[in-house]
């Protein structure tokens, strides 16, 4: 393998080549002592939440180094979407898959050995084929191969939530090509699972890159799903905006919902193994390009799901695992911006993913999923903060509480319960450590149960102790203390309750225990908090939004490959008029700046030029100004208008004489009043009408235009709404 080039002999350090690359100002957390490692050829196992930016890990030294960077991805969906991305960045990248004819092969072989690529995406099926190797082989002898990236490595261990037994020969790289670093890089995986990667892959002394778990941007609650599910479920879809994916436990749940949902006039499509290809293929290039807001789908709608831009992901049915229900719940928001994430919890549906589980033909596999699921139940019916139960499971601590979801927002009555948790305890010692919860339980009520008085445990001195408490809450307690890691338990389906350092310190008295006793079961609170836009920003927003569409469908690429919608919402708040000023938006890079450049910045000019806006967000601290500093801010173009009405034109003829669209006008006029200028509003709205607009703005004091309009008649216009509102505020005291 050739040699490492130095990044500082073409880029003065690592962040230049990332903004001149990939548009970005900074590395996110983890990435560059990744970058670094890879640089230096050493192996390295990358675990990083979703949207965490583990692709970058790999793709910047691709671009570093000499050689091709070989990239495993396990579905065909994912790699052609990251090869779209790269190439719209201006990057050499391409893939080998079933889907290509012989001709489309040998021709981007041929790209390979001419040293026109830097980052080539394979499926294993595809790695491990017939005469690969030798392609391999060619490469090293010609261009180089830079290093292999493992994607999705949790898939090697049996341990992970979607293991694949053809990823475990992948251990066949570092035989054949021991010279040549490996990296694998996963969004989940438990300590057990990384152990388990590192043997499979046999990776040598790796750099092991642990990113926080946590997802703050993401909400999190559970709803009780009862008789009307169905409708609980329609009333949250049509109240939240945004793209969205509905998880279904079978293929069936996925066909019924589609078709009810499309009935009540929702824009949705299904997937799952069941259908066709095509089908499958079909409905997941129009949701993730904007062609339909949902899809309602079984967990074989994955890992090929890459759209940044989901504002919500519901779980119509129990997940399978904590793992799983992290992955799939955490397609939301990757972007990081704020997304919701609702699972519904019927005791019924519980009772459905174990009678699938007893359909495994190997009983360790039944034992294991069997645990699994009763985490999940108990993440469920948890009274404590949500995502402290969820980064416990991966190993992580997390402090306080997260206030984003619904057990923080919305808390239980909290109690002291340290004497009992004293007894509990003391009970899982009296047993040697030996037993699950349910038998710890059984001591504690003074159950005589064959098996208890068999092990002579009724004569223990924690034996009934805990009568005056129920099954319930001795239950409540025992997850308690887990989810406070106050006690651990074994992984590896048997589940057996250990004492801890912590445990000792309870029983010692050296720490109080407190319970959150649930109350009635309710459904959750407000969806989650959006961006507080103003109406100029989400109007920008909304131009920026369809011109991206319009680009990515005469490019065939989904939407969020021509930029993503944090991008596009730093647009709309700073507004850039000039080449300069668009290139320091995060996410333009030499490339984006290049393509883009232009027809962005014509579209934000021409939006401010409608509308009377300046560029650059400090018009926001402007506001804060004294009204005399503020006048001399107001630009000609404000002025002119303000002469026109004074000399008694109406709207409609100023927009007419100026050559402007009368919503223009109407925008001058209303920074105009806000700035203390003398506009007569009796001659722009009629006082009958300004009358009626004001009994709404009293009643709806904060709402948005849209709202107001809808409590008035359908001849009221935005721009009399905005007028009247204008010289209202003006009005009011404070």
């Known amino acids: 393998?050739?040699?490492?080039?130095?990044?500082?002999?073409?880029?003065?350090?690592?962040?230049?080549?990332?903004?001149?690359?990939?548009?970005?100002?900074?590395?996110?957390?983890?990435?560059?002592?990744?970058?670094?490692?890879?640089?230096?050829?050493?192996?390295?196992?990358?675990?990083?939440?979703?949207?965490?930016?583990?692709?970058?890990?790999?793709?910047?030294?691709?671009?570093?180094?000499?050689?091709?960077?070989?990239?495993?991805?396990?579905?065909?969906?994912?790699?052609?979407?990251?090869?779209?991305?790269?190439?719209?960045?201006?990057?050499?990248?391409?893939?080998?898959?079933?889907?290509?004819?012989?001709?489309?092969?040998?021709?981007?072989?041929?790209?390979?050995?001419?040293?026109?690529?830097?980052?080539?995406?394979?499926?294993?099926?595809?790695?491990?084929?017939?005469?690969?190797?030798?392609?391999?082989?060619?490469?090293?002898?010609?261009?180089?191969?830079?290093?292999?990236?493992?994607?999705?490595?949790?898939?090697?261990?049996?341990?992970?939530?979607?293991?694949?037994?053809?990823?475990?020969?992948?251990?066949?790289?570092?035989?054949?090509?021991?010279?040549?670093?490996?990296?694998?890089?996963?969004?989940?995986?438990?300590?057990?699972?990384?152990?388990?990667?590192?043997?499979?892959?046999?990776?040598?002394?790796?750099l092991i890159q642990v990113s926080s778990f946590n997802r703050p941007n993401l909400f999190y609650e559970v709803r009780p799903k009862g008789r009307d599910g169905y409708g609980d479920l329609l009333r949250q879809v049509k109240q939240t905006q945004g793209s969205g994916i509905i998880y279904c436990l079978s293929r069936k749940r996925v066909d019924e919902l589609a078709q009810r949902l499309t009935a009540d006039g929702e824009s949705i499509l299904p997937y799952h193994a069941g259908l066709a290809d095509d089908t499958r293929r079909d409905n997941q290039t129009r949701f993730i390009r904007d062609d339909v807001r949902l899809m309602v789908a079984t967990v074989a709608f994955g890992m090929g799901i890459n759209k940044p831009d989901v504002r919500f992901v519901i779980h119509y049915d129990i997940p399978r695992n904590i793992e799983g229900y992290y992955q799939e719940s955490g397609r939301a928001g990757r972007d990081g911006e704020a997304a919701h994430c609702t699972l519904y919890l019927a005791y019924g549906d519980v009772a459905t993913a174990d009678y699938l589980i007893g359909q495994k033909p190997d009983a360790d596999e039944q034992r294991i999923a069997r645990q699994q699921l009763r985490q999940m139940v108990d993440y469920a019916e948890t009274t404590v903060c949500r995502r402290r139960v969820q980064l416990s499971y991966f190993g992580e601590l997390l402090e306080g509480l997260c206030h984003h979801c619904d057990n923080c927002t919305n808390p239980p009555p909290v109690e002291d319960w340290t004497l009992e948790a004293q007894k509990f305890l003391s009970c899982v010692a009296r047993c040697q450590e030996r037993f699950g919860m349910a038998h710890i339980i059984d001591v504690l009520r003074g159950s005589k149960k064959q098996k208890v008085m068999d092990l002579g445990h009724d004569q223990l001195s924690t034996h009934g102790i805990g009568k005056d408490r129920s099954v319930d809450e001795w239950r409540l307690l025992g997850r308690s203390l887990l989810h406070q890691r106050l006690v651990d338990e074994t992984t590896d389906g048997y589940p057996v309750l250990k004492l801890n350092a912590a445990s000792w310190q309870v029983l010692r008295k050296q720490i109080a225990v407190a319970v959150a006793v649930p109350k009635d079961f309710a459904p959750g609170p407000a969806e989650a908090s959006t961006q507080d836009d103003t109406p100029e920003v989400a109007q920008l927003l909304t131009v920026l939004k369809a011109l991206r569409k319009t680009l990515a469908d005469q490019q065939s690429v989904p939407p969020y490959v021509v930029f993503p919608e944090s991008a596009l919402r730093q647009m709309a708040q700073t507004r850039p008029q000039t080449l300069e000023a668009f290139s320091q938006v995060s996410g333009v890079g030499s490339r984006k700046l290049a393509q883009y450049g232009e027809v962005f910045t014509d579209a934000i000019r021409q939006f401010c030029a409608d509308y009377g806006l300046e560029s650059d967000p400090g018009a926001a601290g402007r506001r804060d100004r004294p009204l005399r500093e503020r006048r001399q801010t107001t630009g000609d173009t404000h002025r002119h208008t303000l002469e026109l009405h004074r000399q008694g034109l109406s709207m409609a003829e100023i927009a007419d004489q100026r050559g402007l669209k009368s919503?223009?006008?109407?925008?001058?006029?209303?920074?105009?009043?806000?700035?203390?200028?003398?506009?007569?509003?009796?001659?722009?709205?009629?006082?009958?009408?300004?009358?009626?607009?004001?009994?709404?703005?009293?009643?709806?004091?904060?709402?948005?235009?849209?709202?107001?309009?809808?409590?008035l008649d359908p001849t009221y216009s935005y721009e009399e709404i905005r007028l009247v509102r204008a010289a209202w505020q003006r009005e009011q005291p404070g």
């Open 663 to 711: 919503s223009t006008i109407a925008n001058h006029l209303e920074q105009l009043i806000r700035q203390g200028e003398a506009v007569e509003v009796d001659n722009l709205v009629a006082v009958d009408r300004q009358h009626t607009i004001v009994a709404v703005l009293a009643e709806l004091e904060n709402a948005s235009l849209t709202d107001i309009r809808d409590r």
């Open 1 to 206: 393998m050739a040699g490492v080039e130095s990044p500082t002999a073409t880029f003065p350090s690592l962040e230049t080549a990332l903004k001149h690359h990939f548009g970005y100002d900074q590395f996110r957390p983890g990435q560059r002592p990744v970058i670094e490692a890879v640089l230096k050829n050493q192996d390295a196992l990358v675990i990083m939440p979703t949207g965490g930016g583990k692709s970058l890990c790999y793709q910047l030294p691709a671009l570093l180094k000499l050689g091709v960077m070989v990239v495993v991805s396990p579905l065909i969906a994912l790699m052609q979407d990251q090869v779209d991305s790269l190439t719209d960045n201006g990057v050499a990248a391409t893939c080998l898959n079933s889907s290509l004819d012989y001709n489309t092969i040998r021709q981007r072989e041929a790209e390979l050995l001419a040293g026109h690529i830097k980052l080539l995406y394979v499926s294993p099926e595809r790695l491990m084929s017939a005469g690969f190797f030798g392609l391999l082989e060619r490469l090293i002898q010609t261009v180089g191969v830079s290093g292999f990236a493992i994607d999705e490595a949790h898939c090697v261990s049996e341990w992970g939530h979607d293991f694949r037994p053809e990823y475990r020969q992948l251990s066949v790289l570092r035989e054949k090509f021991p010279q040549i670093e490996v990296m694998g890089l996963t969004a989940t995986a438990t300590e057990r699972v990384r152990q388990d990667i590192v043997q499979q892959l046999r990776l040598r002394d790796p």
